[in-house]
């Protein structure tokens, strides 16, 4: 078994902010009570009325990350160019 699964297996975890919380009932109000939860509970509400899927704050970032991407990595087809090597003769 996955060692952080055995580490998290006594937490609760929020599915909407994707946070592992204690069961201790001044862990889970601290947490309801944050500005991130309270974002997060007012966005999913929203998707519900409009019947969108939501998706989770830390999740909807990396997605996002991915579909940009680096501008390093592009290709750049360089074959039409003309080369001009100059001798210093």
């Known amino acids: 078994m996955n060692l952080l699964k055995i580490i998290y297996r006594k937490q609760l975890f929020c599915k909407l902010t994707s946070r592992h919380l204690n069961k201790e009932p001044h862990h889970i109000m601290k947490h309801i009570e944050g500005k991130k939860f309270k974002r997060a509970y007012a966005l999913w509400q929203k998707c519900q009325e409009d019947g969108t899927e939501y998706a989770p704050v830390g999740r909807r970032k990396t997605k996002q990350q991915m579909s940009i991407g680096d501008d ?18």
């Open 72 to 89: 390093d990595d592009e290709y750049v087809d360089l074959s039409d160019d003309e080369i001009v090597v100059e001798d210093d003769e």
